[in-house]
C-alpha cells in the first residue's frame, strides 16, 4: 500500500519527460478562449435580446385574441344570445377561468419582458398607500371568499403621503397575493400588513428577521409591506431561489404558472430603490416582505442589473 501511495505521488523520470513532451491540451470547442470572451458574452446578450423580442411580440399578439374571446364567453354567461342550461353555464365557467389564467400567463411574460429589455420606467406620484392597498384588497376580496379563504388588510394610520408608482405597487401586492391564494389551503387566513418603518440603508442588503435599526434614524424612512399565510411555509433552502427567474418549488411543480410571479415582485421592488424578502418554515406558513422608501430611486434598472440575484 505504502509503495503505490510512493508512485502515485512521484512518477519516474521517463513519465515525467513524456509529460513534458505532451502537447498542452486545447480548448473544447463549446468554451470560448480567453481573449475571446467579451465578444462571446455580447454575442450572447444579443441573442437573449432577441429572443426575449420575440417571445414577447408572440405574447403580445396572443393578447388582443385571447381578450376577444374572454368578451364573448363574458356575453354569453349574460344569456342575452339565449338562455342557458346548468351544464352550459358550468363550461362556461370553466373556460372563464381558463382564460382568465391565460391572461394572467401573457401579462407575467410581457412585464417580465418590459424588464429585461431595459423598457420598464417608473412614474412616482404622491399618494395615499392605505387606499392603494385596500383598492388591491377589494380586487382579491370575492376570489378568497370563493376559496374559503380570510382576507385581513392592517393598515396603518402614520403612514404619510408619499410619491409612489402605484400600478406597480399593485402588482407586486397582486403578485403576493396571488401566491398565497394559490398555497394557502381551505380556511386559511391571508393578512396584508402596511407600517412605517426606519430602514438603515447601511445594513446588509437581505434583512434578517432580527434586523437591528440604528440609533441615529429619528424617523421612519420607509413602509414595510407584508402579506402573511397560514400555508404549507418554505424551507430555508429556498429562500432566496423562490425570487429567481421561473423558479418554482420542488413540491409545487404540478401547480400552475411560469415561475414569474415572484421574480416580478422582485425586480419592481428593486426599481422602486427598495428590498423584498421572505420569512417562513415549513408548516408554519410564509410571511413576504418588502420596502419602499418614501423617497424613491430615479434611476431606471437596467436589464443586465434587473438579471441580478437578491443575494
Known sequence: MASAHKNSCAPDASAAASAAQAPAPSHSADIPAP????????????????????????????????????GYVELLQTEKLGPLNERQRSVLRDMQASGKRLQQFVQDFLTYSAIETGGLHMHFQPGNLNECLGGVCQLWSNRFQEKGLALYFLGSENLPVFPFDAPKLERVISNLLENAFKFTPQSGTVWLHAEP???DRRAASLPSASERRRQDLKQPNAVKISVADTGPGIPAEFHLEVFDDFFRMPTNEKEEGMGLGLAIARRLVQAMGGKIWVESEPGAGSKFSFLVPYKPALAKPSAHAAKGKAR
Open 35 to 70: 481573449e475571446n470572451l467579451v465578444e462571446e458574452y455580447k454575442d450572447l446578450r444579443d441573442r437573449f435580446q432577441r429572443t426575449t423580442n420575440a417571445l414577447a411580440s408572440a405574447a403580445h399578439d396572443l393578447k388582443t385574441p385571447l381578450s376577444i374571446l374572454n
Open 197 to 199: 418603518y426606519m430602514w
